[in-house]
Antibody, heavy 114, light 112 residues
Framework: EVQLLESGGGLVRPGGSLRLSCATS????????MNWVRQAPGKGLQWVSG????????YYADSVKGRFIISRDNSKNMLYLQMDSLRAEDTGVYYC???????WGQGTLVTVSS | DVVMTQSPLSLPVTLGQPASTSCRSS???????????LNWFQQRPGQSPRRLIY???KRDSGVPDRFSGSGSGTNFTLRISRVEAEDIGIYYC??????????FGQGTRLEI
């Protein structure tokens, strides 16, 4: 069974940093591109970042470019999102997702507030 | 960036009756490989999104056959033949043809 388990969310002040993790199992992680998608409270879905299976290429939404870094550890089947210079508008539930978009994890809540 | 526009944003439905929602893209979603990477997701209240349809009309495993997708180019539709109570939630279209960025529609809220 494919499982994605996000963690690392929490309350952080504007300008602060957080590192999200996504523990994966049940599929061949090393051959799978991955994504992060977020959802602000009461709002729709927004793609944040993607990474190729090798980690050799990364992609970002304009709204997070230069502040967020996506990475992966293929030896541990883990996906990460380092979030720096956080803003109030980064608040939301962050989901990791496979390139197939099946399934989604339960998400981890990031709240940026003073 | 490809803009995905869904309508309506709110869709009152009657149980047992059909329902449909539309998704329009700002440019054709036909990829150079011949595929059209248009997905539909369902998000029930308090739950994570779940993919229902991929490549316009292919139903995911376990998705009831009352759900169907259609369309081509820039216009796409998700139909529910007979709405059931468990179908209540928000439906999003998503394009994966022209990325980055991957883009989602605003969502259609299905409500009784």
């Amino acid at each position: 069974e494919v499982q994605l388990l996000e963690s690392g969310g929490g309350l952080v002040r504007p300008g602060g940093s957080l590192r999200l993790s996504c523990a994966t199992s049940g599929f061949t992680f090393t051959t799978t591109a991955m994504n992060w998608v977020r959802q602000a409270p009461g709002k729709g879905l927004q793609w944040v970042s993607g990474i190729t299976n090798s980690g050799g290429k990364t992609y970002y939404a304009d709204s997070v470019k230069g502040r967020f870094i996506i990475s992966r550890d293929n030896s541990k089947n883990m996906l990460y999102l380092q979030m720096d210079s956080l803003r109030a508008e980064d608040t939301g539930v962050y989901y990791c997702a496979r390139e197939s978009w099946v399934p989604w994890g339960q998400g981890t809540l990031v709240t940026v507030s003073s | 960036d490809v803009v995905m526009t869904q309508s309506p944003l709110s869709l009152p439905v009657t149980l047992g009756q059909p329902a449909s929602t539309s998704c329009r893209s700002s440019q054709s979603l036909i990829h150079s490989d011949g595929n059209t990477y248009l997905n539909w997701f369902q998000q029930r209240p308090g739950q994570s999104p779940r993919r229902l349809i991929y490549k316009v009309s292919k139903r995911d495993s376990g998705v009831p056959d009352r759900f169907s997708g259609s369309g081509s180019g820039t216009n796409f539709t998700l139909r529910i033949s007979r709405v059931e109570a468990e179908d209540i939630g928000i439906y999003y279209c998503m394009q994966g043809t022209h990325w980055p960025p991957i883009t989602f529609g605003q969502g259609t809220r299905l409500e009784i």
